[in-house]
Each structure stands twice: as C-alpha cells, then as structure tokens.
C-alpha cells in the first residue's frame, strides 16, 4: 500500500509469530501486569512506552496475550487512561512543536506543507472519534486549544 503523502511505497515490516497463549516463561500473572500498567499509567506514561517497559524491563512479550485485554483497555477500565486518545494527542504535540519552529523560521516552506498535512491527520482522526464516540460531537481541534489543552 502506498504511502499517505507521497506516491512511495513503505518496506515492509517485521511480523509477529504466530502464538495464541502466554508463554510459560512470562514472570507476572494477569493481575501483577494489571497493577504494573496501572502504576506506571499513574507516573505519567503513555500506553506505548508502558508496553515497552513490561516488555525491556519486566519480560512480558504480549500483555493481550497475557491478560485477555490490551493496555489501553485496562487503563481506561483502572480509570487512569488520558481524556484524549494517544494518537491524536502526539499529533497534536507535533503541530505545536512544528508552529513553533515555523514562527522563527518564516521561509521555512516545507515544514509549513508539513504543518498542513500533520493537521489534515489531526482532522481525519477528529472525524473518526466523532463518529465512534470517543470524542464528544462538539470538540474541535485548533492549534490554540491544542497549547491550551497539552502543555
């Protein structure tokens, strides 16, 4: 599949082995993996980091596996998920970081275009979590609320 903003193709990835259970190897039971998630969502981290750390730190390979629920879902179940989801979050960060670069660097037309497709991604996820009811039907995305809202 081609790529969203350019006319290249992606390479192709690495895939995952195919196993449908736990390891036996795997130190933590359910309900320990739960309390680290929990822990850890608490200290400020998002769902991504917190898979690599049970992953590097605390030798868990697939928390879905483990637990029957992916990290997310526990969060937002303990309660301790972010109000708004994660993806649309970092690219909210990055528009910001971008806006304030490009208002030093005014000439800077390529990351202007960058700015620009960054905030057609922002909308194309609002419309999305419209529509599946994440996000309320009257939230908007600007870059002034986005400041507001992340830092």
């Known amino acids: 599949m081609a790529r969203m903003h350019t006319r ?16 036996a190897w795997v130190p933590l039971n359910a309900t320990e993996i739960e309390d680290l998630i929990v822990k850890l969502a608490k200290d400020g981290m998002i769902s991504a980091r917190i898979g690599l750390v049970l992953r590097d730190q605390y030798g868990v390979p697939n928390v879905k596996l483990a637990t029957g629920k992916s990290i997310t879902q526990i969060m937002e179940e303990k309660g301790v998920a972010g109000s708004l989801p994660e993806d649309i979050a970092n690219l909210m960060r990055r528009a910001i970081d971008l806006n304030v670069h490009l208002r030093d660097n005014r000439g800077d037309v390529s990351n202007r275009r960058g700015l620009n497709m960054i905030e057609a991604k922002i909308r194309r996820l609002e419309r999305y979590y419209k529509r599946i009811g994440t996000l309320p039907a009257d939230w908007k995305y600007s870059l002034s609320n ?5 830092k």
């Not at 290249?8 to 390891?23: C, H």
Request: net charge positive; proline share 10%; hydrophobic share 30%.
């Open 8 to 23: 290249r193709k992606g390479k192709s990835g690495s895939t995952r082995p195919m196993i449908s259970e736990n390891p």
């Open 146 to 150: 986005a400041e507001l809202m992340l």
